[in-house]
């Protein structure tokens, strides 16, 4: 494939949207903005953010990004796949900011008053962005591949062995999440808003 026919394989690049000129722009504008308020990262502040988001757990094995991979000759364009991905109780004492994506569910105004009673401080979050997302780029990937293979007899046992997953992980693997985070809203800004994984 490689010598007689001068093809390679490569990753299909998931992206969720194409995006037009406004989201991009709103894309940078909400980076530069976060950007600046947690001082690209170094703010205090940053302990007080909490991402929240939902995602099924499958028992079957999901296609994972290797698996997607294609054979595309020297001069094709790179393939691509568009995809259309108990707060106050344990955190008393400090205020909350929760970051979240703009779901409906979300979004929705009972949603947002309840937030309000319980005086959690909404991070908004730009449309059509979950490689700006720790869940998303971070956190589900990584626990979904912990819970690969497994096989659950009851919704609550796969709710506790998520638990279980995200209470093992160490202290430095979520700063280095949140590091991550803020180097992406930076790559963001550079790429004018496009996204730029692999870039």
Not at 86 to 92: G, S
Not at 159 to 184: H, M, Q
Request: hydrophobic share 30%; aromatic share 12%.
């Amino acid at each position: 494939m490689h010598e007689q026919l001068g093809v390679k394989k490569l990753f299909s690049r998931w992206i969720p949207h194409s995006l037009c000129e406004e989201q991009k722009a709103a894309r940078v504008t909400w980076c530069v903005r976060t950007l600046e308020r947690f001082h690209a990262g170094s703010s205090n502040s940053v302990y007080n953010i909490v991402s929240g988001d939902e995602s099924w757990i499958y028992a079957y094995e999901p296609e994972t990004k290797n698996q997607s991979r294609v054979w595309v000759f020297e001069n094709e364009l790179k393939p691509t796949k568009i995809v259309v991905s108990e707060l106050r109780k344990e955190n008393c004492n400090r205020r909350i900011i929760l970051h979240h994506d703009n779901a409906s569910s979300h979004t929705a105004h009972r949603t947002k008053e309840f937030l309000e009673q319980e005086n959690i401080k909404l991070l908004d979050h730009p449309p059509y962005s979950p490689d700006l997302s720790p869940n998303d780029f971070y956190t589900f990937p990584k626990i979904k591949k912990k819970l690969r293979g497994h096989r659950f007899s009851s919704p609550e046992e796969a709710v506790d062995a998520y638990k279980t997953a995200i209470l093992e992980t160490p202290t430095s693997e979520w700063n280095g999440c949140f590091n991550n985070w803020f180097r992406r809203m930076e790559k963001c800004v550079k790429f004018r808003g496009e996204y730029f994984e692999k870039q």
